[in-house]
């Protein structure tokens, strides 16, 4: 099949101002959207930039010297993301995900972790921070983050055989240093660590019983071993679903490696279903974004790198904070815009692919991953 590849139109300018209500939407916590869904979770997208090129996120062909990344003037400072955060939080926002891109790319993040770590639920309580990062910068920064208040990680990690994860990642990256990044990690006391692995098939599949068996031999049970599959996400990696590995057949052959037991969710709109290994060698998960979609509780909005809140990961609009932010405005009209923004949301991407229906109606191109983080 001959592959073309589409240019980018810059998606990233289109966004619907967020409007203010004439009537402020005090932030009480018990936020809803058209479905009912309560808003719990941010992803805080830190950078649109990659040392990576995974074909299912940033295909090289796309993303070449010639991309346009946002220019710094553009991204949201520290202050800016704390400010807007806290507004969420106050909103009912008790979990903070930083990604990107690669958020440890973004320079002196740590200070960022340290503003945000500061931050209180209207209850007085922490936030669940945690960050997702492909790992390669892992082992010089594990200390200072862990120091600067970082709770956990989420690595990144598609195969333990060395050819098939420079291929993957396209850069040539070896996968010994993503290994001693999360050894890093687990020595700085960042735990419990999650290890996400995306399943394509015919390119990583007969990996996930060798990283299976690898991550329990090497780190035991603190780190738990993710399968995700495939998604449709943005419009340049030319997603085909018999490229999917469906949950249940990467289960099935993990199965018949090691037995495994169902476990219960540990919380509501978890996005992962839990397993253990019968014999106590830790958990692993099962994330059936094209399977089995999770839209009924789904609870998570994302803030892309300059400032637009994004509802869904499959959105084609996100509503533009930056300019109330950078425009005067008070936090009270900025938590309403908030608000209103969550009180009109009835995304779910997933279900409608699922019947067939997702797409029908805008014909818009959806927004990358690599912009909004995962
Ligand atoms: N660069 C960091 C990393 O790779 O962990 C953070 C950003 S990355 C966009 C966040 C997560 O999205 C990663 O775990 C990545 O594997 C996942 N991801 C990216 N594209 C995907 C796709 N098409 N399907 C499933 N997961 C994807
Ligand atoms: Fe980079 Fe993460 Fe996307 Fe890979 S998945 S290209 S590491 S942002
Ligand atoms: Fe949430 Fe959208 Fe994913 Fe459904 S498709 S689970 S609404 S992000």
């Not at 055989?161 to 996968?175: E, G, K, L, S, T």
């Not at 509503?319 to 425009?327: C, I, P, Q, V």
Request: a neutral charge.
């Amino acid at each position: 099949m001959g592959e073309s590849v589409i240019p980018l139109a810059d998606l990233r300018t289109l966004a619907r101002p967020a409007r203010i209500p004439a009537q402020p939407i005090p932030a009480t916590g018990l936020l809803s959207d058209q479905l009912g869904r309560p808003l719990r979770d941010l992803r805080i997208s830190v950078t649109d930039r990659c040392n990576f090129r995974c074909s299912y996120c940033m295909p090289k062909e796309v993303f070449d010297r010639d991309y346009r990344f946002l220019p710094q003037s553009s991204l949201l400072s520290f202050e800016e993301i704390t400010r807007v955060a806290s507004l969420f939080v106050a909103h009912g926002v008790t979990k903070l995900r930083l990604t990107g891109g690669e958020p440890l790319l973004r320079k002196g993040l740590e200070a960022l972790v340290q503003q945000l770590s500061a931050l209180r639920t209207p209850a007085g309580d922490a936030l669940d921070i945690t960050l997702t990062t492909n790992g390669t910068l892992l082992a010089r920064k594990a200390v200072a983050l862990r120091e600067a208040g970082l709770k956990r990680v989420t690595v990144s990690l598609d195969a333990l055989d060395d050819a098939i994860f420079r291929r993957m990642n396209d850069v040539d990256f070896p996968v010994a240093d993503v290994l001693a990044g999360i050894d890093a990690a687990l020595a700085a006391g960042l735990a419990p660590i999650k290890i996400n692995m995306v399943v394509k098939r015919g390119t990583n599949d007969h990996e996930i019983v060798p990283l299976a068996r690898h991550v329990r031999e090497r780190f035991g049970p603190g780190v738990v071993l993710r399968f995700i599959e495939y998604m449709d996400v943005g419009a340049t990696n030319g997603w085909r679903l018999d490229e999917v590995l469906p949950s249940a057949e990467v289960r099935a052959r993990l199965h018949a490696a090691f037995a495994l037991e169902k476990l219960p969710p540990s919380a509501a709109g978890e996005t992962a279903e839990r397993w253990r290994y019968a014999d106590g060698g830790g958990e692993v998960g099962f994330i059936s974004s094209v399977t089995q979609a999770f839209c009924g509780d789904c609870n998570r909005a994302r803030l892309s790198t300059e400032g637009k809140l994004f509802l869904c990961l499959f959105a084609t609009r996100g509503h533009d904070l930056r300019s109330l932010l950078r425009g005067g405005a008070s936090d009270e009209d900025i938590a309403s815009a908030i608000g209103l923004a969550w009180q009109e949301r009835d995304d779910r991407y997933s279900e409608l692919r699922g019947s067939g229906t997702a797409d029908a109606g805008s014909g818009e191109r959806r927004i990358e991953m690599h912009y909004i983080g995962g």
